[in-house]
């Protein structure tokens, strides 16, 4: 212990760090602005600035698209741990962990409501739950949001955000993909409008399944979305890719998504597509 610790202890002086409820400010990823955290939440999370697109958690983004008094479904009940998987952590540990940070029991929350006075279903993946990740829980939810938007005959409206399948379950998680895909066939076969809203990032098997197969993609902007991550890409072929690959501007304008619409305008966009796509309004 040195001179001024002993002096310190000896006069009682004692000085903690004060602490608050959250921090105060925010620095923007894209232009490293800092903001205030409650300007930039009532901003729905986008920068002032540069008008980057944050992420934000399942109950925000229903609360952005969908009316007031809109239902949230209940969870569905799986199988948790079935190949008692474990690498630096058991997986029991890790999605313990998962539900303690977060306010959901996994990472796909679906509301059933309306949007602007339209029936519709929205299903949102939350990146924040072990990276928005696919597994049996998120499938069956996916599922379940779909069903009912069968028995409401109306949209079912499907927001993005995961890093792939959840490899903790092996391949009961990649069977998901095909459960999916089998849903958004009924819906088309039904009539009814599937649209997805690609956020960032949406990779990984979610996008070689439902995220790719809407009748209407549209993307955030500056979304992360592909399959593949880019070093992987330009590894296999040994070649430089373009600036801006797999962002949402390079694949609307290479028509891989219909459009790129700001987190503002979302909701009206939205309403104004289900007008066109259902203009005669389910009960």
Same mark, same amino acid.
């Given at each position: 212990?040195?001179?001024?610790?002993?002096?310190?202890?000896?006069?009682?002086?004692?000085?903690?760090?004060?602490?608050?409820?959250?921090?105060?400010?925010?620095?923007?990823?894209?232009?490293?602005?800092?903001?205030?955290?409650?300007?930039?939440?009532?901003?729905?999370?986008?920068?002032?600035?540069?008008?980057?697109?944050?992420?934000?958690?399942?109950?925000?983004?229903?609360?952005?698209?969908?009316?007031?008094?809109?239902?949230? /479904? =209940?969870?569905?009940?799986?199988?948790? &741990? %079935?190949?008692?998987?474990?690498? !630096?952590?058991? $997986?029991?540990?890790?999605?313990?962990?998962?539900?303690?940070?977060?306010?959901?029991?996994?990472?796909?929350?679906?509301?059933?409501?309306?949007?602007?006075?339209?029936?519709?279903?929205?299903?949102?993946?939350?990146?924040?739950?072990?990276?928005?990740?696919?597994?049996?829980?998120?499938?069956?939810?996916?599922?379940?949001?779909?069903?009912?938007?069968?028995?409401?005959?109306?949209?079912?409206?499907?927001?993005?955000?995961?890093?792939?399948?959840?490899?903790?379950?092996?391949?009961?998680?990649?069977?998901?993909?095909?459960?999916?895909?089998?849903?958004?066939?009924?819906?088309?076969?039904?009539? /009814? =409008?599937?649209?997805?809203?690609?956020? &960032? %990032?949406?990779?990984?098997?979610? !996008?070689?399944? $439902?995220?790719?197969?809407?009748?209407?993609?549209?993307?955030?902007?500056?979304?992360?979305?592909?399959?593949?991550?880019?070093?992987?890409?330009?590894?296999?072929?040994?070649?430089?890719?373009?600036?801006?690959?797999?962002?949402?501007?390079?694949?609307?304008?290479?028509?891989?998504?219909?459009?790129?619409?700001?987190?503002?305008?979302?909701?009206?966009?939205?309403?104004?597509?289900?007008?066109?796509?259902?203009?005669?309004?389910?009960?």
């Amino acid at each position: 212990m040195n001179w001024f610790n002993r002096v310190r202890n000896s006069l009682g002086f004692s000085q903690e760090k004060k602490t608050t409820e959250k921090d105060l400010w925010v620095k923007c990823p894209s232009c490293q602005e800092m903001l205030f955290v409650a300007d930039y939440e009532a901003n729905l999370s986008v920068c002032p600035k540069c008008e980057h697109h944050g992420r934000i958690g399942a109950d925000a983004r229903l609360a952005l698209l969908l009316d007031e008094g809109f239902e949230v /479904l =209940p969870l569905p009940k799986v199988t948790e &741990d %079935p190949l008692q998987f474990k690498d !630096t952590k058991k $997986y029991t540990d890790r999605l313990k962990a998962a539900r303690a940070a977060n306010p959901h029991e996994d990472a796909f929350v679906v509301g059933s409501g309306f949007i602007d006075a339209q029936p519709a279903v929205v299903g949102v993946q939350d990146f924040s739950f072990m990276g928005g990740s696919m597994g049996m829980a998120v499938g069956q939810a996916f599922c379940n949001g779909a069903q009912k938007a069968l028995d409401r005959k109306c949209a079912y409206v499907v927001v993005t955000a995961a890093g792939g399948a959840r490899m903790q379950e092996g391949i009961l998680s990649l069977m998901q993909m095909p459960r999916a895909t089998v849903m958004t066939r009924r819906l088309k076969q039904a009539g /009814l =409008p599937y649209i997805v809203i690609l956020s &960032d %990032p949406t990779t990984g098997g979610v !996008t070689a399944s $439902y995220a790719m197969l809407g009748d209407i993609h549209i993307a955030e902007p500056g979304a992360l979305i592909g399959f593949a991550g880019q070093r992987v890409i330009q590894d296999t072929i040994r070649e430089q890719l373009p600036e801006g690959f797999q962002r949402a501007e390079y694949l609307h304008k290479h028509g891989m998504v219909d459009m790129v619409v700001p987190r503002h305008e979302l909701k009206a966009t939205l309403a104004s597509v289900l007008d066109y796509l259902a203009p005669v309004k389910a009960a």
